[in-house]
């Protein structure tokens, strides 16, 4: 039996496959958009894992949730780099050396607190600033180099910069510069030779002469020569012990950087390093004048050094004094009570303005012809600040050349001195 078919039935018919066909198509459009977006979502979490794992492009809310995990941990890192930014940027204002870092073009991305005064300074720090700038440059370019840079102040100071070019092993991508001053190491190692030259000479010179004055008085029958001889060598085996003496008690005071403190009677101090003194001051005809301070008046230190401070100011001052003057020790409190001034002045030769920085240093001479003439070791004064330090105090000079010196020895003082000084 033949089937007939309408053409509403035809219609009807194509109109179906048309619908199936059109179906098909947006299945596989949407097949393929989202096997598309499976595979972006694969390869940014690829991208964002530190440890990629297998690429599986089946499940979508599989490979979603791997996203979202890598985003955390890309998130968590960008917390951590952050905070070890913060911890660096903290670190380099910290250190004493000055830190420039440059990027690529040569614009300055960071420079630390240190580094800052050479910015938008004047004089010899701009000077400084300049020439990291052009250094900076050349450590683009791959050269980098290190400078010595002298300022002459004042005060004087020796800076020392080094510039080198930063990279990511494939190209330049900026420069760094340390600025450091080595005034103080500089310094220290210029004390440090001098100090080395300066105790040679001050017992090489003695030992020599002791050798000579040996070799002579063997070969000397007249007993008068060989008694001054004899004197001669004893002289001189006296300042070498002197000099040594000298060094220990430096050395001593200088490891007791925290010295004993209690309360000690100013008066009491001052007595025993004026009785010290006082028989080298008559043999040069010296007059020592104290004015003596209040029996309750104290400061705080250990006993020791106090004395061998004052007496360094007095044997100094004493040494640089003509004969038939005078030195004067006078006591003095502050308004507050607080610290205790010890006044040492002699009417001698005075010193030369250039050389109060400098006087304080171990074996420094202002006149080197007049104290071979006077002897010491050079070390008193030093002696002196040290104690001063050691005690949290200070000591300060005024000198004229031709009109004498005054040092001032200035420490802590100890209870009852305000009320002391209020009842004179």
């Excluded at 009807?12 to 179906?23: D, E, Q, T």
């Excluded at 794992?53 to 979202?68: G, M, P, Q, V």
């Excluded at 952050?82 to 903290?90: E, F, I, K, L, Y």
């Excluded at 009785?275 to 250990?302: C, F, H, K, S, W």
Aim: hydrophobic content about 45%; glycine content about 8%.
């Amino acid at each position: 039996m033949a089937v007939v078919l309408r053409v509403s039935d035809v219609v009807a018919i194509a109109a179906a496959v048309a619908v199936g066909l059109l179906l098909i198509a947006i299945l596989l459009v949407v097949w393929r958009a989202r096997r598309g977006l499976v595979r972006r979502v694969v390869n940014a979490s690829l991208r964002l894992e530190e440890t990629p794992s297998s690429n599986d492009h089946r499940f979508l809310d599989k490979n979603l949730a791997r996203l979202e995990r890598a985003i955390d941990s890309s998130v968590l890192a960008r917390g951590d780099a952050t905070t070890a930014v913060g911890r660096m940027t903290q670190a380099l204002e910290i250190i004493p050396q000055g830190v420039v870092i440059c990027d690529e073009n040569g614009r300055v991305t960071f420079r630390n607190e240190a580094a800052t005064t050479f910015s938008s300074a004047r004089h010899g720090d701009a000077l400084v600033g300049a020439a990291i700038e052009e250094m900076l440059r050349k450590a683009i370019d791959g050269d980098g180099e290190t400078r010595t840079l002298d300022l002459f102040g004042p005060p004087r100071r020796t800076l020392v910069v080094t510039v080198g070019p930063l990279d990511d092993d494939r190209r330049t991508v900026g420069a760094l510069g340390i600025i450091d001053d080595v005034s103080e190491r500089r310094h220290l190692e210029a004390v440090r030779r001098d100090f080395v030259a300066n105790i040679s000479h001050e017992l090489k010179t003695p030992i020599g002469a002791l050798g000579l004055l040996a070799e002579t008085l063997l070969a000397e029958d007249d007993a008068d020569v060989s008694r001054r001889l004899a004197e001669r060598m004893l002289t001189e085996a006296f300042r070498v012990g002197r000099t040594i003496d000298d060094l220990l008690a430096l050395s001593r005071i200088e490891a007791e950087e925290a010295p004993t403190r209690e309360p000690v009677p100013v008066h009491l101090v001052v007595a025993e390093a004026v009785e010290r003194m006082r028989p080298a001051a008559e043999q040069q005809g010296i007059d020592v004048r104290v004015a003596e301070a209040r029996r309750n008046l104290t400061m705080m230190g250990d006993r020791r050094q106090l004395v061998s401070a004052i007496y360094n100011l007095l044997d100094n001052a004493v040494k640089y004094s003509d004969s038939g003057s005078a030195v004067d020790v006078r006591v003095s409190v502050t308004s507050d009570g607080g610290r205790v001034a010890i006044d040492v002045e002699d009417h001698g030769v005075g010193i030369p303005t250039r050389d109060h920085e400098r006087i304080f240093e171990r074996f420094y001479r202002v006149d080197r012809g007049r104290s071979r003439d006077t002897g010491g070791t050079g070390l008193g004064l030093a002696i002196v600040r040290h104690v001063a330090s050691n005690h949290g105090g200070e000591v300060k000079l005024a000198s004229r050349e031709g009109e004498g010196s005054t040092f001032t020895l200035i420490l802590p003082s100890g209870p009852a001195s305000a009320s002391a000084m209020r009842a004179g």
